[in-house]
Each structure stands twice: as C-alpha cells, then as structure tokens.
C-alpha cells in the first residue's frame, strides 16, 4: 500500500473513533454533541474525496474498495460510484447490495445513518396552514370559553365548587397555549421556536396538566362530599319528624324563659342549635394541587433545552441526569395513575349516587345534583380525551431513556401521528369543560343567560 492509501486507512480509523461518540444523549454536552457533529463531517467529506481518487486504482480488490467506501459513511461512497457511469457500475451495485460487510462498518455510524436518513426524509405530516388554521380555532375557542368563565366568576361572590371551576378555567387557559406549538412540532418533527420557548413550553405542561387532571378531581370529591352532608341532614331530618313534638323540643332544643312580673305568662324562645353551615371548604385541596403542579414543573424549566441532531432537526428535551429515569417515573405516578385512580374511584360513587333517585328527589339544592353530574361528565371527558395522551407520553419518555441513542430522539411516521392524534384530542378538551360547567351549572348558566346573578347558592 503507497503513502495515500495509508493516509486513507488513518482517517477512517479518525472516523469510526468519532463515530463512537455520536450517541451524545447519554453523557456528553451540547456544545461537544455540535462538535462532535462538525468533525465526523469534516472527516466524511475527506473520505470521500480518498474514495473517488482510488476508486480506479488498480490495488485495490472490489471487496476492499466497498468495504472502504460504505465504512466512508456509506451513503456518500454510494452516491459517488452512482455519478460516474462507468462499465460494470449495475453489477458492482448489485453484488454489493448483495455483499454488504455489516461487520466493517460501525454499529453507532448505521444508527447515525439512520437518523440521518429520518430526519431528511422527515416532512409535515399534515399542511402547515391547515394545521395552524385548525389549531387557532380550537384554541381559540377555548381562551374565549375559559375567559368568559373567568370573567363571569369574578364578578360574583364565589364559593366551594365555582371557586374550583374557576381555578380550572385558568389551568385550561395555560394547558390550550402550550399544546398548539406542541402539535406543530410534533406535525414538522423539529422545534422551532427556541430554546427559551423549550424551557417555557415543557415546564408549563407539565403545570397546567397536572393542575387541570387535579382540580377535575377535586371537583368529583368536592361534589361527593357534598351530596353526603346534605344525605345525613335528609336523614336526621326524617327521624326529627317521626318523634314526638314535645319530645323533639326536649332533645334537641333549649328554652330561654323570661318575665317581667309574676301576672304574666313566661315567653318562652326557642334555639335551634342544630343547624350548621354545610359548606366544605376548598382551601387546602386547592394549596395541595397547585403545589404539586409546581413540584413537578420544576425539573422541567430547570433541565429542558433544545437539541440539534441534524442541521435541520430541533428536538426539545431535557438535559440528560443519571435520575432522568428516576424522575419520569415519579412524573408518571402523580400525573397518570393517581389521577386515574382517584377519578376511577370518584366516578363509580357518582354514578353510585345519580342512581339513587329517592335521595335526588329528597335533596333540596339543585346545584348539588348539577355539581354530581358535571363531576360526571369531567371524569369522562378526561379518560377518553386526556388519558391516551398522558400513557403515549409515558411510553415515548420512557422508551427514550431505555433505548439512550439518537434515533430514540426522532420521531418515525407512525409516533407522530398518534402523538398529532392525542394532543388534538387534549386541546379539544380544554373547549369541552368549560362548556360543560356553563350548560350543566345553573347558576353559571344564568351568569351567561341574563348578565346578573345576585344570589348565589352555596356549593
């Protein structure tokens, strides 16, 4: 072999040592992942000019110049034999279509060929203006629902379950501007609204989520122990006036006596202690939710960054900690499977309770029932609107962090879809629930009917 042929084995042996440190994900930083990047081009763009000045060289046996040529970043070697239309160039093609060395050429080189080859071939899934046009007027119309909400709320006094539909408006509000530049990015497979938009989009996510999923379930709660107070007041009620009158005025009630001389007959008052304010209050579940959507956000506005695989591919991740896998798990339980647990358990009891029609019929409030069935009717919404995307999110975070290379980053046709799929359907809900609280609350509903509602019912 002459001094250029070494030359030539040297600088792939420069190629395939870089080639091992492609796979950045794991340890290495952003600014030597780029660096990384610009060299193992560098060194491709050499290899191939070494491949098109031997490829005529008369030395070099056919198995050798293709073992070269594919270890060269394959594709360039290819593209080159390509140009030249030289005798025998089908038949060279065909056998090394046919008698490709896998062993020779770098296991980390083929996986970064093949993101390579992913995200050049990746395009938008659905029209940009349609999306967008799409995009716009569900979000839209959710702000304009969630703000006439907010709206309507503040201008009466507030208590118990309007003051949890409230909170709720506002956690919609931030969880519909978050998704819109997720379903672009998830459309083009590439971020592109910075790094602080990174930063500003994962942390906000993953805070007005796990507020929404939270309050939906406080609301059920809420509703539920309601319902129960107002079933023990039903309850003491009936056996009061089974008993005897002069009984029950002996039992339960205190007789205050007064006179102002002995000629007239003492006045007697009667106390009733026995009526108590029924209202719960909504204080420390709301302090608890919106504590835990903070707690949780945190490591997402403290670790997200962007990251460029290719020259026109921007992920929006999180810097990888040797807890990452750690942390999505303990994300999974409080914004998945908890959630889903206390809402599962919530709606059988409310379904349990709107069956039992001797005791609507006996409750006094509306607004009690109204609230067990809007309770309903949140869960519902949530599990076939909000869940699909929690799990595909689960499953794509944790399948990322088993799997720890490049590709793992990049999203194929089938995963975008689903996630286009499930993230249209959480946007859609956060129009769906603040319709629901006006058509099935009737004191919202007379907010929005007649624009004045003094008396409020305490729920």
């Known amino acids: 072999m002459n001094l250029n042929q070494y030359a030539a084995l040297l600088l792939l042996y420069l190629h395939t040592r870089s080639a091992r440190t492609l796979p950045f994900v794991d340890t290495q930083s952003e600014y030597l992942s780029r660096r990384t990047v610009r060299k193992r081009t560098c060194l491709n763009k050499i290899l191939c000019v070494y491949v098109s000045q031997f490829r005529d060289n008369k030395n070099w046996s056919r198995r050798q110049f293709r073992a070269f040529s594919y270890a060269a970043h394959g594709r360039s070697g290819e593209s080159l034999l390509k140009k030249k239309n030289h005798r025998g160039t089908a038949e060279n093609a065909g056998d090394a279509a046919g008698a490709r060395p896998e062993s020779l050429i770098p296991t980390q080189s083929r996986t970064a060929d093949a993101m390579s080859e992913l995200a050049r071939a990746a395009e938008p899934l659905l029209p940009p203006l349609a999306l967008a046009a799409l995009v716009a007027c569900v979000a839209g119309a959710a702000a304009l ?258 799997q720890g290379n490049v590709t793992s980053l990049v999203q194929d046709n089938d995963t975008a879809v689903v996630n286009i799929a499930t993230s249209g359907a959480y946007i859609v809900s956060t129009l769906v629930r603040p319709l629901l609280s006006i058509t099935l609350l009737p004191h919202v509903r007379k907010l929005f009917s007649f624009g004045s509602y003094t008396q409020t019912d305490n729920v």
């Open 145 to 402: 629902a969630n703000c006439s909400i907010l709206a309507a709320l503040f201008k009466t006094s507030r208590s118990g379950l309007l003051t949890i539909i409230l909170q709720l408006a506002i956690a919609d509000f931030i969880l519909g501007a978050t998704i819109g530049p997720e379903l672009w990015s998830f459309n083009t497979r590439s971020w592109v609204f910075g790094d602080p938009g990174c930063v500003a989009y994962r942390g906000l996510n993953v805070f007005a989520s796990t507020a929404s999923s939270y309050l939906v379930a406080t609301i059920a709660l809420h509703s539920l122990a309601t319902i129960n107070i107002e079933e023990k007041a039903i309850t003491k009620r009936i056996k009061r006036s089974e008993q005897d009158e002069d009984e029950e005025i002996r039992s339960s009630r205190h007789s205050l006596v007064t006179s102002s001389d002995f000629s007239t007959p003492p006045r007697t008052m009667n106390l009733d202690y026995r009526l108590g304010d029924h209202r719960i209050s909504v204080a420390q579940p709301s302090i608890f939710v919106w504590v835990l959507a903070i707690s949780l956000s945190v490591p997402e506005f403290v670790l997200a960054t962007t990251v460029h695989l290719d020259q026109n591919v921007v992920v929006c991740t999180i810097v990888d900690t040797s807890q990452r896998l750690h942390m999505y798990s303990i994300l999974a339980v409080f914004n998945l499977f908890l959630p889903l647990l206390i809402m599962g358990t919530a709606g059988v009891l409310v379904i349990i309770k709107l069956k039992l029609k001797k005791l609507l019929s006996q409750i006094e409030c509306f607004e009690s029932i109204a609230a067990l069935k809007l309770s309903l009717w949140l869960i519902v919404v949530y599990m076939f609107l909000c869940t699909p995307r929690s799990v595909v999110t689960a499953y794509n975070i944790y399948s990322k962090s088993m």
